[in-house]
């Protein structure tokens, strides 16, 4: 149900832009997440936002770079990513939590899109 696109393969320092599209019977009214999943590695809560957009929240590594926002009337939510760096290579992940708030824990998110990989090289 969830379709995550915009990723791809760009140099360090470069810039995507993935979306997450959603129904909206699904996310309109819900907490969004972006996760990641790098080879050998466990998924990881990247950016988290609540139903309205008005709260958000981001790991430490990626503060500063990513920007989580979401587009009601599209029923879309985005990942702003600048900056790139070579550890941020990993398969991206958008999911619908189960209430209205934001959740940093994987275990609060249903819905899953199917990923979309980001490729950052030095």
């Known amino acids: 149900q969830l379709q995550a696109s915009g990723g791809g393969s760009v140099q360090a320092g470069g810039s995507l832009r993935l979306s997450c599209a959603c129904p909206?019977?699904?996310?309109?009214?819900?907490?969004m997440g972006w996760f990641r999943q790098a080879p050998g590695k466990e998924r990881e809560l990247v950016a988290a936002?609540?139903?309205?957009?008005?709260?958000?929240t981001y790991i430490d590594s990626v503060k500063g770079r990513f920007t989580i926002s979401r587009d009601k009337s599209k029923n879309t939510v985005y990942l702003q990513m600048d900056s790139l760096k070579p550890e941020d290579t990993a398969v991206y992940y958008c999911a619908a939590g189960r209430g209205s708030f934001l959740s940093t824990r994987i275990a609060s998110y249903d819905y899953w899109g199917q990923g979309t990989q980001v490729t950052v090289s030095s």
């Open positions: 909206r019977r699904t996310c309109s009214n819900n907490g």
């Open positions: 936002i609540n139903w309205n957009g008005g709260s958000t």
